[in-house]
């Protein structure tokens, strides 16, 4: 039972290139979530799931993407890269409304330059 | 609207000594709070919930609604504990406990 995992852990990225975070749980979890962590502002939320085929936006969602096709998965994209966007990318997963204790993956680094 | 504050970022204490990290918030209707904790290394995971009103690591969190706090407090701490300390909030309305509105954290560190 490997929990909540993200790829890729670390990355490095130029102004305007993209690409895709990804999270993936074997939890059977219906909610999925992805934060950002940033020194001083602690950890902000940025789009969430509360299903399969379901998005919400959080806190901070510009500049990002989601999708949730599968149950298991919740991807995150960045278009265009902006050095605002450097920070660590946390997923977090629960089991559903009610249940508030959010499962959380290793972080992910990026760096845009 | 939902808000957490943490008005300390660092708190940084003897082996020992007593702990309180604070956390008050604001939200309009009855709060679900919580403590997650983030050791060095590892990801953030759970430490308590107020709903729980239990003692975890000899940590314990009382949810005061008339002052809208939830400090967390030990009694003697331990070099273990010294780690990243966030409080958190759901709110019951709908919509809203599908979210955790998290503070901005606070460094906990024990020196021997």
């Known amino acids: 039972n490997a929990g909540v995992t993200q790829t890729p852990k670390f990355r490095v990225l130029k102004t305007g290139q993209s690409m895709t975070l990804l999270c993936a749980q074997d939890m059977n979890h219906e909610y999925m979530y992805w934060y950002r962590q940033d020194p001083g502002m602690g950890l902000r939320l940025i789009h969430y799931?509360?299903?399969?085929?379901?998005?919400a936006k959080g806190e901070v969602p510009d500049g990002y993407n989601v999708s949730r096709l599968k149950k298991q998965n919740f991807l995150l994209g960045l278009e265009s890269a902006a050095p605002s966007q450097t920070s660590v990318y946390f997923c977090?997963?629960?089991?559903?409304?009610?249940?508030?204790?959010?499962?959380f993956g290793p972080g992910t680094r990026l760096t845009v330059t | 609207a939902q808000r957490v504050t943490q008005p300390e970022k660092l708190l940084s204490v003897f082996k020992g000594a007593p702990v309180e990290l604070k956390c008050n918030y604001s939200y309009s209707g009855s709060p679900e709070l919580f403590w997650y904790v983030q050791y060095s290394r590892q990801r953030l995971q759970l430490l308590l919930r107020h709903i729980s009103r239990e003692s975890i690591k000899g940590f314990t969190a009382d949810l005061n609604k008339g002052e809208t706090s939830f400090h967390l407090k030990k009694p003697f701490a331990q070099e273990e504990d010294s780690a990243m300390y966030y409080c958190a909030l759901s709110g019951q309305a709908a919509g809203a406990n599908s979210k955790l509105t998290f503070g901005k954290g606070i460094t906990l560190s024990v020196r021997p």
């Open positions: 977090a997963s629960t089991s559903g409304r009610g249940a508030y204790e959010q499962y």
């Open positions: 799931s509360v299903g399969e085929g379901t998005t």
